[in-house]
């Protein structure tokens, strides 16, 4: 029987309980048996805040008490930048022929596609299933990429990693917008003054 797996990666810096309803949903609306989420190691397009060990240990808090979520350190385990093509050879190779793989990406991912490096492979090796956000407009899709992708309505919740970031900076509680054990890890942490 086939697998369908959800690989959803990001920065998750740190990740929050939007991240958590994307999986949740795609995964029901899609039938995948399981959600990965899968922190970056070195991302080409952004620049991490806390380290490439804390993001992956905010994931694992997050993700601890679902069995249908779990986290993959690969990303991390490896030198250099994380390029989402390489992350699907490898995966593609280790999980199987018996699994189709569908990538999760948000919809400012799906925005930025033609930057990324060989995005024509990706959506080759992978079923991308994009998450909707707020102020998304399809028509900013690249029409050649669109035409590849499915485009998934989730609960449409304004929570992004650099606002959480910026309320911690400055001071104002996190409560809700992260899981009580990412908010307290951040607070034993230090992380994001």
């Known amino acids: 029987m086939t697998k369908h797996v959800g690989?959803?990666?990001?920065?998750?810096?740190?990740?929050?309980?939007?991240?958590?309803?994307?999986?949740?949903?795609?995964?029901?609306?899609?039938?995948?048996?399981?959600?990965?989420?899968?922190?970056?190691?070195?991302?080409?397009?952004?620049?991490?805040?806390?380290s490439a060990e804390d993001r992956a240990r905010m994931v694992s808090l997050a993700v601890r008490d679902y069995p249908e979520f779990e986290l993959s350190r690969f990303e991390l385990s490896r030198p250099g930048k994380s390029y989402t093509i390489d992350t699907l050879r490898h995966l593609r190779?280790?999980?199987?022929?018996?699994?189709?793989?569908?990538?999760?990406?948000?919809?400012?991912?799906?925005v930025e596609m033609g930057d990324w490096f060989d995005p024509e492979g990706v959506l080759d090796l992978?079923?991308?299933?994009?998450?909707?956000?707020?102020?998304?407009?399809?028509?900013?899709?690249?029409?050649?990429?669109?035409?590849?992708m499915r485009f998934v309505e989730t609960p449409l919740l304004d929570i992004s990693s650099t606002?959480?970031?910026?309320?911690?900076?400055?001071?104002r509680p996190i409560s809700f917008f992260v899981p009580d054990a990412v908010a307290d890890y951040i607070r034993t942490q230090g992380l994001y003054l």
């Open 126 to 148: 992978a079923h991308v299933l994009v998450a909707e956000r707020p102020g998304f407009e399809r028509a900013r899709v690249d029409p050649v990429f669109k035409s590849k």
């Open 7 to 50: 690989i959803f990666g990001g920065t998750f810096d740190p990740i929050h309980i939007g991240h958590l309803i994307i999986g949740q949903e795609i995964m029901l609306q899609c039938a995948l048996n399981r959600v990965v989420f899968m922190p970056s190691g070195e991302p080409p397009l952004k620049r991490s805040m806390a």
């Open 163 to 171: 606002a959480i970031r910026e309320r911690v900076r400055t001071k």
């Open 93 to 110: 190779r280790d999980m199987g022929e018996d699994t189709e793989i569908f990538l999760i990406i948000g919809a400012d991912n799906a």
